[in-house]
């Protein structure tokens, strides 16, 4: 069963950019990987799924400052010109028909 | 628009057996996939169950054998029943939607949440 491994923080100051990345482990590198969005005090929101070949589908009104990538077992999310309401933790998952659903730990972003 | 709306949370005492339920809309419901989410306070997100567009059901470790997750695709509906709460269990409880159809995938629509807290 894969695992997902995440920075528990990341900060950035505002306006500028930050990478966030979730690492599958070993024996599990094809896998796709969904990001989702936790705003304080708010419910989780689907940002987009990265494929293993760095393709990705946003969810609906996911400005174009938030992309996503693939190197290896490691994803990626981008987000340039960083604004206070990105101020949230993201949630890095995978499925499989074996393993079900799995999330990462969770990476806080503060923007400073 | 696709929505869902979760329900059935409250006070419960260890023991307790509340069902959750999360109404749907806007969506083939009998198509996709649908699993329940948790996360206790100041946690992250924890996967509790879920169900295929077939009924096929799939359980975390954690409540495996005290839950029981079902659907009622005639009521666009997806229910987890949970037996013998324990403090642990504790969270806020969101559905989820699959992205695509048929086969697992990516959870692409949440609920707003229903709390469940369980203590004497």
């Known amino acids: 069963q894969p695992v997902l491994t995440q920075s528990p923080s990341a900060s950035a100051s505002l306006g500028a950019s930050v990478k966030l990345t979730c690492t599958l482990s070993s024996g599990h590198s094809s896998y796709a990987i969904a990001w989702h969005q936790q705003q304080p005090e708010k419910g989780p929101r689907f940002l987009m799924k990265?494929?293993?070949?760095?393709?990705?589908i946003k969810g609906d009104g996911i400005p174009d400052r938030f992309s996503g990538s693939s190197s290896g077992a490691e994803r990626y999310l981008s987000i340039s010109s960083l604004q206070s309401e990105d101020e949230a933790d993201y949630y890095c998952q995978t499925w499989s028909t074996d393993i079900n659903w799995v999330f990462g730990g969770g990476t806080k972003v503060t923007v400073l | 628009e696709v929505q869902l709306v979760e329900s059935g949370g409250g006070l419960v005492k260890p023991g307790g057996s509340p069902r959750l339920s999360c109404v749907t809309s806007?969506?083939?419901?009998?198509?996709?996939?649908m699993s329940w989410v948790r996360q206790a306070p100041g946690k992250g997100l924890e996967w509790v169950s879920g169900?295929?567009?077939?009924?096929?059901?799939y359980y975390a470790d954690s409540v495996k054998g005290r839950v029981t997750i079902s659907r009622d695709n005639s009521k666009n509906t997806v229910y987890l029943q949970m037996n013998s709460l324990r403090p642990e269990d504790t969270a806020v409880y969101y559905c989820a939607k699959d992205l695509g159809p048929w086969e697992p995938d990516a959870f692409d629509i949440w609920g707003q949440g229903t709390m469940v807290a369980v203590s004497s």
């Open positions: 169900i295929s567009g077939s009924g096929s059901t």
């Open positions: 806007g969506f083939r419901f009998s198509s996709y996939a």
């Open positions: 990265v494929n293993s070949d760095g393709s990705h």
